[in-house]
């Protein structure tokens, strides 16, 4: 069976620097795939490279068996692969819905002429629908008409993913989607995530988070100085010697 995501040799130098090197993994459809790693490893950039952010040096980027390697960042999304960032990228001065429009931007695209004639009503009414029901998904239907801005950080970080999600994409890339979250929040969100995958939207994330990465992850990828290092399930991955030297410089344990 193909695999929804596979990177073959994947590879990017900048000058003298080899960031990702000859890098390999596949992402099965349906799945929440960890993509760990000490700082440095090089697993922001996989994700720009996969996302059409980077164009690869070297190596391929797989969808469905399509190669869609060095495509622009829009095209890669109108695929179905949707990113959030390490830091938020809304737009703080326009409300949560008007953000969540903004997501729904690849299946409806406005149009002057037909907006003067009024006839994009049905589809302005379709992306306001999805907008609302993203919204509510993540629990952010209650602070529609509130400024992006001026949420909390839990409720910003909900707000990008509902962003993503109101694309309909296959692949959603999670860029340490649980940074600067409290327990609680952590746990909503990895309820949210598990609930995505439930619906049928594939998960790639990169996190810091070992005890978030071990409990939600179907299978783990683990990176170090830009090449691949292990790769398993949660139980594998904190048992593998190499990802402890890697972590813990030979602590019994990562997580």
Known sequence: ????????NLTMRFGGLTAVDRLNFKVEKGNIHGLIGPNGAGKTTTFNMVSGFYKPSQGRVLLNGQDISGLPMHEVANRGVVRTFQHSTLFGELSVLDNALIGTHMTFRPNLLKA??????????????????SLEFFGL??????????????????????VAYASRPDLILLDEPFTGMNPEETRRMMGLMRRLCAEGT?????????????????????????????EGSPAEIRNHPDVIEAYLGGARHVA
């Open 1 to 8: 069976m193909t695999p929804l995501l596979e990177v073959q």
């Open 116 to 133: 003067i004639l009024g006839l994009d009503s049905s589809a302005r009414r379709d992306a306001l629908d999805r907008a609302r029901t």
């Open 141 to 162: 239907a209650d602070v529609e008409h509130e400024m992006a801005g001026d949420l909390s950080h839990g409720h910003q970080r909900a707000l990008g993913m509902a």
């Open 202 to 230: 594939t998960i790639l994330l990169v996190e810091h988070d070992m005890q978030a990465i071990m409990g939600l992850c179907d299978n783990i990828t683990c990176m170090s100085f830009g090449k691949f290092l292990a």
